[in-house]
C-alpha cells in the first residue's frame, strides 16, 4: 500500500459526459501528480501541483482541469469525454517540489468512455 | 514524445536467470528512477539514481547510468516468478521542470 487513495476504481460513463476523480496524497506529502496511462501512448505527464498552486503542466487537454484543495487532496475533472479518454489516470504524491525524492502512486482509477 | 526509451519492449527469461533491461533518455537529468507495474495496476518506486552517480544497489537489482551517453540499465539477478511486471525507467530534467517523463517500458515475464 503506497498510502495514496484514488476513488473511484472504475468508472464508465458516456462520451459527452464528466467525471471527477479524485487523489489522496500520503501523509505529509504536498506534490500530487496527474498521469494518463493508454495503450497506444504509454504514460502521459497531465499536471502537478504543489501545496495547492499549479507548479507544471504537461500535454492536458482543455477539457481537463485539476486542483489541489487545502487538505491536499487533488481532483482531476474530465469533461465532453471522447472514446479516445478511455486511460488508467494515476496519481502519484512526493514530499518534494522537484523530484529528487520517489513519487508514490495511487492504484489508478480506469475510465471507460462508452 | 518520451524522454526516456526502454530496450527491449519485451523480455522473457528463465526463472532464476538475470534480466537486464536499458534505458535512454535525450537530455540532461538530475535523476533517474526505475519503477516496476504489475499488470494494470500502481507503479512502484524502485530505485533512484542522482546524475552523480554511477551505479547504485538495492537487493537484487543493480543500477548503472552513463550521463555521457544518456543510458541507464537496470539488472535484475536470479530472477523469481513475482518480477514479472512492465518496468520503467523515469527522469526529471535539469532545467526546472518539475514532472517525472516516464519511458515506454519493458514487459518482463518470468517462465517458471
Known amino acids: 500500500d503506497s498510502g495514496v487513495t484514488q476513488t473511484p476504481k472504475h468508472l464508465i460513463t458516456a462520451t459527452g459526459q464528466r467525471v471527477t476523480l479524485r487523489c489522496s496524497p500520503r501523509s505529509g506529502d504536498l506534490s500530487v501528480y496527474w498521469y494518463q496511462q493508454s495503450l497506444d501512448q504509454g504514460l502521459q505527464f497531465l499536471i502537478h501541483y504543489y501545496n495547492g498552486e499549479e507548479r507544471a503542466k504537461g500535454n492536458i487537454l482543455e477539457r481537463f482541469s485539476a486542483q489541489q484543495f487545502p487538505d491536499l487532496h487533488s481532483e482531476l475533472n474530465l469533461s465532453s469525454l471522447e472514446l479516445g479518454d478511455s486511460a488508467l489516470y494515476f496519481c502519484?504524491?512526493?514530499?518534494?517540489?522537484?523530484?529528487?525524492?520517489?513519487?508514490?502512486f495511487g492504484q489508478g482509477t480506469r475510465l471507460t468512455v462508452v | 514524445s518520451q524522454q526516456g526509451e526502454e530496450d527491449p519492449q519485451a523480455l522473457s527469461i528463465q526463472e532464476g536467470e538475470n534480466a537486464t533491461m536499458n534505458c535512454s533518455y535525450k537530455?540532461?537529468?538530475?535523476?533517474l528512477q526505475w519503477y516496476r507495474q504489475n499488470s494494470g495496476r500502481g507503479l512502484v518506486h524502485l530505485i533512484l539514481i542522482r546524475s552523480n552517480e554511477r551505479e547504485k544497489h538495492s537487493g537484487r537489482l543493480r543500477v548503472t547510468l552513463d550521463t555521457s551517453k544518456k543510458s541507464s540499465s537496470l539488472l535484475i539477478t536470479a530472477s523469481r516468478a513475482a518480477d514479472t511486471a512492465s518496468y520503467f525507467c523515469?527522469?526529471?530534467?535539469?532545467?526546472?521542470?518539475?514532472?517525472?517523463?516516464f519511458g515506454t517500458g519493458t514487459r518482463l515475464t518470468i517462465i517458471p
Open positions: 523515469a527522469t526529471d530534467l535539469n532545467f526546472g521542470n518539475e514532472k517525472l517523463t
Open positions: 502519484a504524491s512526493s514530499v518534494a517540489p522537484s523530484l529528487g525524492a520517489e513519487a508514490f
Open positions: 537530455t540532461s537529468i538530475n535523476n
